[in-house]
């Protein structure tokens, strides 16, 4: 594989990605501009990769280096992607090594751009960014937060380990559909929340629950390794931002339900994947409540928070919207896990319920996941044991298919 660093300060972040897929196994092949040298030397690149590094056409002339490392490469990925670099992959330069292997490479392709936002909104970085998309690469959305100097925005590079994730989900989907489209969800945009509310009895105690918000994120970022814009609506979830997917945090039911219904209205799907508390206390004490000297214990009184899933299936706020949930049964006396979860597909009026088996409480904090994707039509889908990578990219392959051309 190849990794491409273009000249931008934040070539510094690619040396811990070149690290990961070092030690991971991968055979890597560091191709930076001149304009990246300025920033991390070449030593420091050879040193990481166990390889010769240079930035021309020049060096090694016999072995075609600028034709045959592009074509040996089963990914290139090139973090940072300057302005500079993305104009020219757009328009198809090849005045260096890195623009000569971007034209010969036959593998998938991924861009991670960093630059300031004013370089990053300008029409000629959209408009070369659209065509980059529009050729099957995957460009990843920047990331907010401080740059360079003391200005923030969009534009920062990814976390390197998030970048790795992508990257690695791409290699891995490249192997098992070769010749389909890895980015199917390109031109998509959707929805995900995660995490579970906390609903607050006074400023320091709350009510909450144990979902750890993994199998949601898992879901914002093999979408947006598909090419979808992602708006992932976090509750209290303490995990890194995925690469490329705008982040909302929110912490109560009702902050969920607000921030949901304001990405949804754009969304072509939306995964409820967050466990909101289905209560919350009537009443919310300014003041932290203080025990009483008789012993006496306070009484909680809840009122029943708005089902944000059953609204999103019965308003529809865009047409064609897919709309899916997720189940967590034990199942009872009155019927089995799939007798329950289908009474809940059709009483929620979603697309896909995702069902988990939670009799054995296994799933929560776990990195892995089983499920039983049921549909409307009637169809289920058994995914087996396996990562919430995996099932992530199952439940995507199950709403794409439902998306109308
Ligand atoms: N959900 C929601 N709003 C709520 C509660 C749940 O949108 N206030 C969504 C969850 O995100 C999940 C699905 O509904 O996708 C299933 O939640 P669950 O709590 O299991 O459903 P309930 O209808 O509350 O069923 P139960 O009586 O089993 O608790």
Avoid at 110 to 138: C, I, K, S
Avoid at 143 to 154: P, Q, V, Y
Avoid at 165 to 192: F, N, W
Wanted: glycine letters at 8%; aromatic letters at 4%.
């Amino acid at each position: 594989m190849v990794v491409g660093v273009a000249g931008g300060i934040a070539a510094y972040k690619a040396c811990e990605l070149v690290r990961r897929f070092s030690e991971s196994g991968h055979d890597v092949t560091v191709v930076p501009t001149s304009a990246a040298l300025q920033f991390v030397g070449a030593s420091t690149w050879a040193a990481l990769s166990g390889k010769a590094v240079a930035a021309d056409v020049w060096s090694a002339v016999h072995e075609v280096p600028h034709v045959r490392i592009g074509q040996e490469a089963d990914l290139v990925v090139v973090a940072p992607a300057t302005a500079d670099l993305l104009a020219k992959a757009a328009h198809g330069l090849a005045d260096d090594l890195l623009t000569n292997t971007l034209l010969t490479a036959r593998c998938p392709v991924v861009f991670a751009p960093a630059m300031h936002t004013e370089m990053w909104e300008h029409a000629a970085t959209q408009a070369n960014v659209a065509t980059l998309r529009g050729r099957g690469a995957l460009v990843i959305e920047p990331a907010e937060g401080r740059l360079t100097g003391k200005d923030t925005g969009k534009g920062r590079l990814p976390e390197p380990s998030e970048i790795f994730e992508v990257c690695t989900q791409v290699m891995a989907r490249s192997r098992e559909h070769a010749g389909r489209d890895l980015v199917d969800l390109v031109g998509h945009r959707v929805v995900v929340s995660a995490g579970g509310t906390r609903e607050y009895l006074d400023p320091v105690r709350f009510l909450g629950n144990r979902s750890s918000g993994l199998q949601g994120y898992a879901l914002a970022r093999a979408a947006a390794a598909r090419g979808a814009e992602v708006t992932l609506i976090a509750a209290n979830t303490a995990l890194a931002d995925p690469a490329g997917v705008t982040v909302v945090r929110v912490e109560t039911t009702a902050q969920l339900r607000t921030e949901v219904l304001a990405a949804s209205a754009q969304a072509d799907a939306v995964v409820m994947a967050a466990a909101p508390a289905d209560f919350r206390p009537t009443d919310v004490s300014d003041a932290k409540i203080k025990k009483s000297d008789d012993g006496s214990s306070p009484a909680i009184t809840l009122t029943q928070n708005p089902d944000i899933l059953r609204e999103l299936s019965g308003d529809r706020l865009r047409a064609g919207q897919v709309i899916v949930g997720f189940a967590a049964e034990t199942g009872d006396s009155t019927g089995s896990v799939l007798d329950l979860a289908r009474a809940k597909l059709a009483r929620k009026g979603c697309d896909l319920l995702v069902v988990n088996d939670v009799s054995g409480g296994a799933v929560f904090g776990s990195p892995d996941n089983e499920a039983v994707i049921l549909a409307a039509d009637g169809s289920a889908v058994e995914v087996p044991r396996g990562s919430k990578a995996a099932l992530a990219h199952v439940i995507w392959d199950q709403i794409a298919r439902r998306f109308t051309p």
